[in-house]
Each structure stands twice: as structure tokens, then as C-alpha cells.
């Protein structure tokens, strides 16, 4: 048997090699996913963003549990942005999701930057749809949200949960993180420490003019991770969301933009590919570059005319 068709066959062991394989971008691994893909669009993707330490892997953690009670398969991504500016790995504290059940309806990989984010986004919506294609029923991602990135995988989820914590200015910072735009639920964690109530009002007060504006009413759920506390509400919550999107078409709407939104980043990707092949190939590119240098041409100009004699399109003004 081949790795794909055990994984067809629901070999966990082969799940793991075929994540690797598309994670590292290996020969051919769209050829993988192009298989992959016609078998997924099941999953319900529900993603958990916020600052680090807020607690996200213990809300997943907590999540998961009354998921698996319910009889589902759960998959969990945990995206590690390992940038000194995300401080993520910084914290001695993090949980670790290692006591889960090993009988295979829980599958947990985490996923790091190595550095650099290019493409991190698409890599996890590329794992997510493996996971997705190999049939778990959700597939729970955690990323720490402070930049574009994980704005972005998030936009990957049906259903958004940003992680907040009591100590005073989160909101603020949410907002300019952009994190408001993209919650459906937030969950202030750690409500056993101080100011939880601050924030929670403080937050109720800033959503009050969104929740005008839209038929989901945005809530804000007080949890305590550590305490198993309020995780049940914000299961309803979450239950509530995914019954709220479907009824009114935002679920399709969504996943159509979604599908999108990758057709654009694959013929993207092949277009630059196509640039960078073909540029050496009907100009001295050094000449070119020269030329503009000194002043005797501009990259507008240039541009434009390279772009037809590779595609043969007039760019658009
Ligand atoms: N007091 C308190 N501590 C909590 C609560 N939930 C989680 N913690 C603790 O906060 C620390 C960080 O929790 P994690 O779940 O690792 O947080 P995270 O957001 O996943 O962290 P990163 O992935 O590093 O960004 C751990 O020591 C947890 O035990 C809570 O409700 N109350
Ligand atoms: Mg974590």
C-alpha cells in the first residue's frame, strides 16, 4: 500500500507523513493535496487566537474533552510562531496537550514559523485540509494573534474564539491587533484573577455598537481554563455560532470565499513561479535593472511590457 492509501484507510502513521510532506512543501505535495481535497469540507474548523499565555491550548484542551464526550474525532493544529516578537516560546508555562486519549480519535500537531512566515497560512489550511479529508469532525486551531499571519488562519475557521485575559488594556490592544474584526466569541480566561469583570464589561461596552449592526449578538464568556470553569458555555456558545452561520448562509458564503481565496493563492503562486522562470529567459535582467539605475527607463514601464512579453496580457489600469 502507498502512504496515500493508508491514509485513505485511516492509518494515523501515514496522517503524520502526509502532514510532514505538505508542511516541508516536498516534491509533488500538491499532487497530494489535489487528491486530498474532493474529501474534505466536512470538518468544522473552529479556531482560538489571542496573546500568549491567555490560554488558548488550555481552552483547546478543555474543548476537546467535551467534543470527544460528545463522540467526535478532534483534530488539533497549534500554530507556534516561534518569532522573538510573539515571545510564544518565551513562556516555561504553556500547557502541553500530552494526556489525551491515544485510541485515535484525537490527533494534535503542532506547527512552527522556523523563522520565517512566508506561506504559514496556506501551509496550516493545507494541513487542516488533511486532516479534515482524513475525517476527524472538528479540527480545533490555536494561534497566538498579534500580526497578519494568524489573522489569516483564523480566516481559515468557521467559528472564531479569541482569547482574552483580565489584566487591563487587552481590549485595547485587541482592537488595534485586529482581533475584534475577526472574533464571533471571545473568552476572557484567568476570570479567577483580578478585573475580569472590568474587562468584560469594557468589552461588552466596545461590542455594542457592532452587535447593532449584525444578527450574532458577539458574546463575551468569563472562563477559567485551570478550573474547567464556563468551558460548557462557551461549548454552547460555539454550538450557537455554527447553528447561527448555517441558517443564515454564512457558512456557505464563508467556505465559497474561502475557496476563493485559495484558487487566487494557487494561480498566484504559479504565476510568480512563471515570472521567476521565464524572466532570465526574454531579457538580461542585470541590463534591465542597470537601465533603470541610471535613469535611462522606470519599473513601471518595464514592468508592463516584461509582464506581456511573458503572459502576453496587457495589465489592467
Ligand atoms: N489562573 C489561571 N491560569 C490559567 C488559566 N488557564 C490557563 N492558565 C495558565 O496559563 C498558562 C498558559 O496557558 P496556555 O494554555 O499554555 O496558554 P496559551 O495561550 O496556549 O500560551 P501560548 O501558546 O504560549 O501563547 C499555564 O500556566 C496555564 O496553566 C485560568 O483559567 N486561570
Ligand atoms: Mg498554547
Redesign the pocket.
Known amino acids: 500500500m502507498t502512504v496515500l492509501e493508508k491514509f485513505l484507510s485511516g492509518d494515523q502513521a501515514a496522517l503524520a507523513r502526509i502532514i510532514t510532506f505538505i508542511e516541508d512543501r516536498q516534491e509533488k505535495y500538491r499532487e497530494v493535496l489535489a487528491r486530498l481535497y474532493p474529501q474534505s469540507g466536512r470538518a468544522v474548523k473552529i479556531g482560538f487566537t ?1 496573546p ?8 483547546v484542551n478543555s474543548i476537546a474533552r467535551l467534543l470527544l464526550a460528545r463522540g467526535h474525532r478532534i483534530g488539533i493544529i ?1 500554530v ?1 510562531p516561534t518569532s522573538p516578537f510573539t515571545g ?1 516560546a518565551l ?1 516555561g ?3 502541553r496537550m500530552v494526556d489525551m486519549p491515544t485510541d485515535g480519535s484525537v490527533y494534535i500537531r503542532s506547527m512552527a514559523t522556523r523563522g520565517s512566515s512566508g506561506g504559514l497560512a496556506a501551509a496550516t489550511g493545507n494541513v487542516a485540509t488533511a486532516l479534515d479529508a482524513f475525517g476527524f469532525d472538528f479540527i480545533l486551531i ?1 494561534t ?1 494573534g498579534v500580526g497578519q499571519v494568524e489573522l489569516d488562519i483564523v480566516d481559515t475557521c468557521d467559528t472564531v474564539i479569541v ?1 482574552l485575559v483580565p489584566e487591563s488594556g487587552d481590549a485595547i490592544q485587541a482592537l488595534k491587533a485586529g482581533l475584534m474584526e475577526i472574533a464571533d466569541i471571545f473568552a476572557i ?5 483580578p478585573g475580569s469583570e472590568n474587562i468584560v464589561a469594557e468589552l461588552n461596552m466596545v461590542l455594542e455598537l457592532k452587535r447593532n449592526k449584525i444578527e450574532w449578538d458577539l458574546p463575551v464568556i468569563a ?5 474547567n470553569k464556563n468551558i460548557d458555555r462557551l461549548l454552547e456558545k460555539i454550538d450557537a455560532h455554527l447553528g447561527y452561520i448555517k441558517t443564515s448562509g454564512l457558512f456557505e458564503k464563508h467556505r465559497r470565499e474561502q475557496i476563493k481565496n485559495k484558487l487566487f493563492g494557487v494561480m498566484q503562486f504559479h504565476f510568480n513561479n512563471l515570472i521567476r522562470q521565464e524572466i532570465g529567459r526574454i531579457t538580461d535582467l542585470d541590463k534591465v535593472i542597470s537601465d533603470i539605475y541610471e535613469g535611462k527607463s522606470d519599473p513601471f514601464t518595464v514592468g508592463e511590457s516584461l509582464l506581456k512579453k511573458i503572459s502576453g496580457i496587457q495589465p489592467l489600469h
Open positions: 489571542g500568549p499565555g491567555a490560554g488558548k491550548s488550555s481552552l497549534a507556534d510564544g513562556l508555562d504553556r500547557i490555536e497566538v482569547v480566561n484567568k476570570a479567577d484573577r472562563t477559567e481554563a485551570i478550573n
